[in-house]
């Protein structure tokens, strides 16, 4: 017999099993990535916008 719990299936980036698709560390790392190239992007807009 199967259980009737969640069905936990390996998380996209670290392969751990986990109730989403991607567990909540690698969540928690794939948004701190985001936010650090948002913040490249917006440095260099504006590096660019201040030299012309
Ligand atoms: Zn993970």
Redesign the pocket.
Same mark, same amino acid.
């Given at each position: 017999m199967k259980k009737k719990q969640k069905k936990e299936t390996p =998380?996209l980036? =670290?392969g751990?099993p986990?109730p989403e698709t991607? =567990?909540l560390? =690698?969540r928690n790392r794939i948004q701190g990535e985001a936010i650090d190239k948002k913040q490249e992007v917006e440095r260099k807009g504006r590096t660019d916008k201040g030299r012309v």
């Open positions: =998380c980036t =670290c751990r986990s991607i =567990c560390a =690698c």
